[in-house]
């Protein structure tokens, strides 16, 4: 009797072996699922920005086909004749006036005016009185959408721009990427091509008219940096 309580007694004094292995494989099974899925994630957020300013560039260049006028510039009077709700005009001199200060404000120029008619025209989903900060998109990220219009660059560029603010620098690189195409050994993208960006100060910080500094798209999460801004030529 008194060796088989002590057979019961060794058999629950641990784990075998084989035992801990099969634990340690499970364990790490589970870490890389969840990096994966982390992963994942990441990934889709970057893919619905990228999706999202192309969707607003599409909206853009059907808006420009449908009424020959960039969306924006009309004067209210145009839009009302419509019957839109539009509570906002523009000055109907054949340009979008969408200074970059007010990319992530909304709130001078015909800022509002672009994202009223958009909307109001059926193109964008969204309500068409919305005005300033309520007026932009969010993206998936948690950042801001904006329109931009060189006057005369955005970021040393000519041209119409939609924007997204607060995005990481894996983010920043990944939107970079896909809309560019891959990078140079040099990991510097930001100031080619027709995706252009900066590093920021504070989020939401609108783009400047001057091109930016060739900046490598540095990762490392211990490296503490500033949240990005980028802009992709849509017009």
């Known amino acids: 009797m008194r060796n088989l309580r002590n057979r019961i007694a060794s058999r629950q004094s641990g784990f075998t072996l084989v035992e801990i292995a099969i634990v340690l494989v499970i364990i ?3 870490l890389v699922g969840v990096l994966q899925g982390q992963e994942m994630i990441e990934n889709t957020k970057t893919k619905s920005i990228v999706n999202d300013m192309k969707a607003i560039q599409a909206a853009y260049n059907s808006y420009i086909d449908r009424y020959k006028v960039p969306p924006g510039d009309e004067a209210l009077a145009t839009y009302t ?49 919305d005005v300033l900060l309520a007026a932009l998109p969010k993206h998936s990220a948690g950042g801001t959408i904006g329109i ?15 924007c997204a603010s607060g ?26 091509g027709n995706l252009r960006g900066a590093a920021t100060a504070a989020a939401p910080l609108a783009p400047v008219a ?9 990762e490392d999460t211990t490296v503490v940096t500033n949240p990005w801004t980028v802009c992709m030529r849509i017009g």
Not at 168 to 192: C, E, H, M, R, Y
């Open 167 to 192: 995005l990481s620098t894996k983010q920043a690189a990944a939107i970079d990427t896909i809309i560019d195409g891959p990078l140079p050994a040099t990991n510097i993208g930001n100031n080619v």
């Open 210 to 218: 001057a091109a930016p500094a060739p900046t490598a798209y540095n």
């Open 28 to 30: 790490g099974l589970l």
């Open 148 to 162: 931009a219009v060189g006057a005369p660059t955005v970021y040393g560029l000519n041209g119409t721009f939609v």
């Open 81 to 129: 004749a419509r019957g839109w709700a539009n509570t906002v005009g523009g000055n109907a001199n054949g340009i979008l006036a969408a200074p970059v200060a007010a990319t992530f404000t909304n709130a001078v120029g015909e800022n509002q005016s672009f994202w009223q008619a958009m909307r109001a025209s059926g193109l964008l989903s969204g309500s068409p009185t």
